[in-house]
């Protein structure tokens, strides 16, 4: 999505409740490994949780549990489908149960807009906790099907890496997987406190009155609370999300609207989302080892001064879709505020396709610190790095021990031209615009063994010292493995 088209935040005042079709796709496989594969008959998992006799294997349990409405059975009658409440408030705990599985309906939301301001809620609101076992799936069935956690609440799913959560579609729940399944349910949208770029005309961020309208639905989000804390994520899968909701106006897998860095984010995957695979509005939240495979649009978007980090990032696009694996921009008062991004220890695998856009774009007036990287393409009609808008070369991004290996290295363009990019990029330390990958998959082999790498904890104290680059350092360095889908060879989702 362009830095254009995230200008228009306003309150949606209606919409009609659509439906996406489930799509059919390549017939279900076996679960290879805990977190893998199109769901078999029966695969329910779990033991306690509301009650009831323990089902027999490949039989739906005979209720839900309190708190949730019995909306019958899926899977070919195996799984019982329990449906979480339209609005969460309280604590709300969905446990993990044989033979069950969880159904989104609509917008979800978790609590009510408490407002910008931490020590002064709004009057009535109420506060939503949702917390997920360990090894629990949810699915939605259409496009506005997502789960919405407001400013003031906060969500906990945190499996394990042998027992992920998994958010799919009820395609994948009914046994359908495919590469080019996607955009079959909304996704998850996460709405914090964090200072954000959008300030009404005459505010200068950060400032508790900085406050914009996600650009996919309702939820107002920002303020002035860096360290605000909107939960954790951790060993999470969100299988083929995404949708536009109007032109210009998507839910992609993971959107988080000014979140803070109180907030736990690791072990994350968003397979073939329709949109961007994690897109990001502002905030301060920081996250480790994310994977981002098949994403339609890019795998990672940031945007409105967003001044977080990402290391140990896998960001690989699909043969037959995808555009840019990152797209950085810079909306709202950038003098004060400009997005910072900070990525480190990435492995970024352009798209194949006719068409696909750029490994890297950053645009309108945004910085930011690249350490410890590889782009790499083999599309010939791909750039490895393409920086646009003179307010994007003022505020000076870097790029220290980065890889390049793509036909074009630097776009050529009428707005900032492949030589001053080329002088941005060779300012850092440790560079190559000409490298020749030996990527196995997306794993280091000789040639990335061989380069230099920069500390990244001496640039940004969240992130770890390494002395590699890349997310995956040699076949011994496994963090990725076992709680991820359509990764691996001969995996899929």
Request: negative net charge.
């Amino acid at each position: 999505m362009t830095g254009v088209s995230k200008l228009r935040n306003f309150l949606v005042t209606s919409m009609s409740v659509l439906a996406l079709a489930a799509c059919g796709g390549g017939g279900a496989d076996n679960v290879a490994s805990p977190g893998e594969g199109a769901f078999p008959p029966g695969g329910g998992g779990g033991g306690g949780g509301g009650g009831g006799q323990q089902p027999q294997p490949g039989q739906p349990a005979a209720d839900c549990p309190a708190g949730f409405a019995n909306v019958g059975t899926v899977a070919n009658g195996t799984l019982r489908a329990c449906q979480l409440p339209q609005k969460i408030t309280g604590n709300l705990v969905v446990p993990l149960r044989a033979g069950t599985v969880y159904a989104i309906s609509g917008r979800t939301d978790v609590g009510d807009d408490r407002g910008a301001d931490p020590n002064s809620p709004i009057a009535g609101a109420q506060q939503g906790i949702l917390t997920i076992e360990a090894g629990v799936r949810l699915y939605g069935t259409g496009g506005l099907d997502y789960i919405n956690v407001q400013r003031g609440s906060q969500i906990f799913a945190e499996g394990t890496a042998t027992n992920p959560i998994i958010f799919t579609s009820r395609s994948n729940i009914d046994g359908n997987s495919g590469a080019d399944l996607i955009g079959q349910w909304g996704g998850i949208v996460i709405a914090g406190r964090a200072p954000i770029a959008s300030c009404p005309a005459g505010t200068t961020p950060p400032n508790i009155n900085c406050v914009a309208t996600f650009e996919g639905g309702v939820s107002l989000y920002g303020g002035n609370s860096p360290a605000d804390n909107s939960g954790r994520l951790r060993y999470v899968q969100i299988r083929y999300p995404g949708f536009e909701v109007q032109p210009n106006r998507e839910l992609n897998g993971l959107t988080l609207l000014g979140v803070g860095s109180a907030t736990t984010i690791e072990f994350l995957q968003v397979h073939n989302s329709s949109d961007d695979g994690i897109e990001f509005f502002g905030g301060t939240v920081n996250a480790k080892r994310v994977v981002i495979t098949g994403a339609d649009d890019d795998s990672i978007d940031t945007d409105e001064g967003w001044r977080g980090g990402i290391q140990y990032l896998i960001a690989r696009q699909r043969a037959n879709g995808g555009d840019r694996v990152f797209e950085m921009s810079s909306v709202g008062v950038q003098a004060s505020l400009n997005s910072q991004p900070k990525i480190a220890n990435y492995t970024a695998i352009g798209s194949t396709r006719t068409g696909a856009g750029d490994i890297q774009v950053l645009n309108t007036g945004t910085g930011g610190r690249f350490i410890n990287g590889i782009h790499t393409s083999a599309n010939t009609s791909t750039a490895c790095l393409d920086v646009d808008t003179a307010s994007t070369v003022a505020a000076a991004p870097r790029w220290d021990a980065v890889v390049l290996a793509c036909t074009t290295p630097f776009r050529n363009d009428t707005d900032i031209d492949a030589a001053a990019t080329a002088a941005l990029f060779n300012a850092g330390t440790n560079n190559s615009s000409n490298f020749t990958a030996s990527l196995n998959g997306f794993v280091n082999g000789p040639n990335e063994a061989g380069r230099t790498a920069v500390d990244p904890k001496a640039i940004y104290a969240f992130f770890d010292t390494t002395n590699y680059i890349g997310a995956v350092r040699d076949a011994n360095d496994t963090w990725w493995s076992g709680w991820t889908c359509g990764l691996a060879a001969n995996s899929s989702c």
